[in-house]
C-alpha cells in the first residue's frame, strides 16, 4: 500500500521511498511520486488550505534524502561541542550558503536558535561591552565597600565618647567617655532600645583615655588620666593595677611605674600576656600581665631633638608584635625594636608632623604601611621600608580632641579618620579616602557634634563611630554585614508587664451566722490602710531588735566598750538634776549596818562620825566700790 500521508504523518514503507522523496508544493509531503497520487488527497489538502487562508509556506522546497539529513545533524552536533568562535564561523559559512539556495518552510525564530551559532551583531556586541563595565565596576566597589546602607545609635552617656573598642569576635562592645564611665554592650542580649548591660567608672575620677581588648578577648585595658593602669575581666572586675612610680626619683629607669597621667596603651597581637602603656612622663612601659603589675617588663624613653623627653601621645604593635611604633607630642614618628635596641630607636622622622600632638598611629593588616594623623589637621601615609617622605597626605582635617582616630578598612583598600566641627560647622562627619592615592570617597555625615573615635570590625564589617555628645553611631549592610548590631535592631523592646490584680469576688450573705460572716469594704482606700496595719500583708520588715538574744546584735553594739556602758556605767548612772549629798546618804543606812569601806578606815580616830551643819546664813554680798 503506497498510500500518501501528510502533515506528519509518514508512511511506514521507508525501504522502498527512501532514494528520492519529493515534497508538494504545500508543507513537503513524504510518499511516492506525484504521478501515483490520489485526487482524494489533493482535495483533503486543498480543503485544508481553504480552511487555515494559507496559499503556500515560503519558496519552493527542494529534494532531499533522509541520508543527507542525518549527516546533517551529525555535523550540527560537532559544532556544538566546538568552540564558540569556531561555531560562529561555520554558522556564518553556512547561512552564506543557505542564502543562494531555497529553504523549506518559514524561517526559525531567532530565540529558538543555537545561542552559540548567533552571528553576534553590533547591538549584542554593546549589551557585552555594558556587562563588563558593571563587572568591572562591582569590582570596584567591592574593594571599596563600605558599610553605609544603615545606621543606629547607642546613647552613651552626654559627654565626648574617647575611646572605643570591640573585642576580636565582635560580641561585645567597650565605650569610654570624659565622664569616667565604661560601658559594656552586649549585642546578643541587647535589643532595639540599645542599652548597655553594664556601666562602671574603674579609674574613680580620671577620664578615659583608651580602652583596649586583648588578643583573646577575655581582658580589657583601660588606659584612663591616671598613672596607673587598670586590666579589667569581660564583665567589669579587677584583675591587675599597675604599680605607681616614685616622682622624686628623676631617672625614670630607675622607678617601677610611671610617674604622670596615661596617655595610650595596647595590647601586643602575638604574646596575649603583655601590653604597653605610655605616659607624660615620657616613657613606653611594657608589662607582663602575670606579674601583677609590680614592675614594668622593659621601658623606653622618648626623646626630642634637642634631648629632652617628649610625651609619646599614640602608640601601636605591628601585626608581627615586634616593633612599637610611637607618635610623640613635637610631631615625630619613632618605631622600636626591642630585639636590636631600647636605647635608641630603630628608625624616627623627627618632622613627620608639624610640632603637635600625634593623635593616632596605624599599622596596616597586610603590609608595610602606617597611618598618622595629627592635631596639625594632616593625615599622612607612610611605608616603614622607605622611611624618608610620606606616600600620600591629605590636609585641612580639623581636629580638637587628641584621640582622634585613623584607621584602615579590613582589607587596606580604604582609609577613615574622624573630624571635629569647627566655628560655623553643624555636622560632624568622617571621610573616607582611597589608600593609593588618597582620593575622597565618601562623606559620611554622622551627628551634630565631633566624630572623634572610629572602629571598622573586620568580622562584623560594621563602623562604629564615636561622638563629642555622647552617642555611638553604628553603619552596617544588611547583605554584607554581619551579627553585631544586626542581632539588636530585629528586637522589638519588651515593655515590663504590669501586675495584674485580679480581684476576688465577695458573697454577701445578709443572714449569716457571726462567724462565718465577712465584712462589707465600702471603699478601697480604707481596705488599704488596713492591709498596711497588718505586718504580714504590708510585708513589714524587721523591728530593730534591743536585746541580743539570738545571736544579734542589740542597737547598742556589740564591742567590748558598748558592753561596759552597758552594763556598768548606764545601769549605775547618776541623774544629772540630783543632790549629791542626798544621792550619798540615801546609802547611809546600809553603809551602817554593814561597814565595808569608810567606816572600818575611821573607827580608831573618829568613832562617831561627825557631819558638816548646814547654814542657812548667806554670806554677805560683795559691797559695791564708792568713792
Known amino acids: 500500500m503506497n498510500k500518501k500521508i501528510s502533515f506528519g504523518k509518514i508512511s511506514a514503507n521507508f525501504s522502498q521511498n527512501s532514494e528520492k522523496v519529493e515534497a508538494t508544493g504545500t508543507f513537503g509531503t513524504f510518499g511516492p511520486p506525484k504521478a501515483i497520487q490520489s485526487l482524494e488527497d489533493d482535495a483533503e489538502s486543498q480543503q485544508l488550505k481553504n480552511v487555515m487562508g494559507i496559499s503556500a509556506f515560503g519558496k519552493k522546497a527542494k529534494s532531499f534524502d533522509i541520508k543527507e539529513m542525518i549527516a546533517q545533524v551529525k555535523a550540527t552536533a560537532r559544532e556544538i561541542t566546538k568552540k564558540p568562535e569556531e561555531s560562529v564561523e561555520t554558522a556564518e559559512e553556512s547561512n552564506e550558503e543557505s542564502d543562494d539556495e531555497d529553504f523549506v518552510g518559514p524561517p526559525v525564530p531567532d530565540h529558538l536558535l543555537p545561542s552559540n551559532v548567533e552571528k553576534p551583531n553590533s547591538n549584542e556586541k554593546k549589551v557585552e561591552s555594558d556587562a563588563s563595565d558593571e563587572e568591572a565596576e562591582e569590582t570596584v566597589d567591592n574593594n571599596l565597600f563600605i558599610p553605609c546602607t544603615h545606621e543606629t545609635q547607642m546613647i552613651h552617656g552626654t559627654k565626648a565618647v574617647t575611646a572605643l573598642c570591640l573585642d576580636p569576635s565582635g560580641a561585645r562592645l ?3 567617655s570624659v565622664d569616667y564611665d565604661v560601658s559594656f554592650w552586649d549585642f546578643a542580649g541587647m535589643d532595639s532600645s540599645m542599652r548597655s548591660f553594664r556601666t562602671l567608672q574603674p579609674a574613680d575620677n580620671h577620664p578615659i583615655r583608651g580602652l583596649h581588648y586583648s588578643s583573646t578577648g577575655d581582658l580589657l585595658l583601660v588606659i584612663s588620666g591616671a598613672t596607673q593602669a587598670k586590666v579589667i575581666d569581660r564583665d567589669g572586675f579587677e ?24 596617655l595610650a596603651g595596647t595590647w601586643n597581637p602575638i604574646t596575649k600576656e603583655e601590653f604597653l602603656t605610655t605616659s607624660a612622663d615620657g616613657t613606653v612601659r611594657t608589662w607582663d600581665f602575670y606579674e601583677g603589675g609590680k614592675q614594668h617588663k622593659q621601658i623606653i624613653k622618648c626623646r626630642a631633638q634637642n634631648g629632652l623627653k617628649v610625651s609619646p601621645n599614640a602608640v601601636n604593635y605591628n601585626r608581627e608584635g615586634k616593633v612599637i611604633a610611637c607618635g610623640c607630642a613635637d610631631g615625630s614618628i619613632q618605631l622600636w625594636d626591642f630585639r636590636k635596641s631600647s636605647v635608641a630607636p630603630a628608625k624616627q622622622i623627627r618632622k613627620a608632623h608639624s610640632p603637635a600632638e600625634i593623635t593616632s598611629i596605624c599599622f596596616s593588616h597586610i603590609g608595610d604601611n602606617l597611618l598618622t594623623r595629627s592635631c596639625d589637621g594632616t593625615m599622612k601615609l607612610w611605608d616603614i621600608r622607605n622611611f624618608k617622605q610620606s606616600i600620600n597626605e591629605v590636609g585641612d582635617l580639623y581636629t580638637r580632641y587628641d584621640t582622634t582616630d ?5 582589607n587596606d583598600e580604604v582609609v577613615a579618620t574622624a573630624l571635629s566641627l569647627e566655628k560655623g560647622q553643624k555636622n560632624g562627619v568622617v ?6 592615592s588618597f582620593n575622597l570617597i565618601r562623606k559620611m555625615q554622622i551627628t551634630n557634634s565631633h566624630t572623634i573615635k572610629i572602629a571598622w570590625h573586620p568580622k562584623l564589617n560594621q563602623i562604629f563611630v564615636g561622638t563629642g555628645n555622647g552617642l555611638i553611631k553604628c553603619y552596617y549592610d544588611e547583605r554584607r554585614s554581619l551579627r553585631g548590631a544586626t542581632l539588636c535592631v530585629v528586637k522589638h523592646h519588651r515593655k515590663a508587664q504590669q501586675s495584674e490584680v485580679v480581684s476576688s469576688q465577695q458573697i454577701i450573705t445578709p443572714h449569716a451566722l457571726p462567724l462565718f460572716r465577712q465584712e462589707r469594704r465600702k471603699t478601697s482606700r480604707k481596705q488599704i490602710e488596713k492591709d498596711r496595719l497588718d505586718p504580714v500583708k504590708s510585708k513589714r520588715p524587721d523591728l530593730p531588735i534591743t536585746s541580743g538574744q539570738g545571736g544579734r546584735v542589740a542597737s547598742s553594739g556589740g564591742t567590748l566598750s558598748s ?17 549629791p549629798r542626798e544621792a550619798i546618804l540615801k546609802y547611809a543606812k546600809e553603809a551602817e549596818e554593814n ?3 569608810i567606816t572600818p578606815a575611821y573607827k580608831n580616830t573618829q568613832p562617831k562620825p561627825t557631819y558638816a551643819e548646814n547654814d542657812d546664813d548667806e554670806p554677805e554680798e560683795k559691797k559695791s566700790r564708792t568713792e
Open 239 to 262: 584583675k591587675l593595677e599597675t604599680v605607681k612610680g616614685d616622682m622624686y626619683i628623676t631617672d625614670q629607669a630607675k622607678t617601677k611605674g610611671h610617674t604622670a597621667g596615661l
Open 563 to 579: 558592753y561596759v556602758i552597758r552594763n556598768l556605767g548606764l545601769s549605775k548612772r547618776v541623774e544629772d538634776d540630783q543632790d
Open 431 to 436: 571621610l573616607f579616602y582611597e589608600t593609593k
Open 595 to 597: 561597814p565595808y569601806w
Open 174 to 176: 567597650a565605650s569610654g
Open 406 to 410: 585613623a584607621i584602615f578598612s579590613p
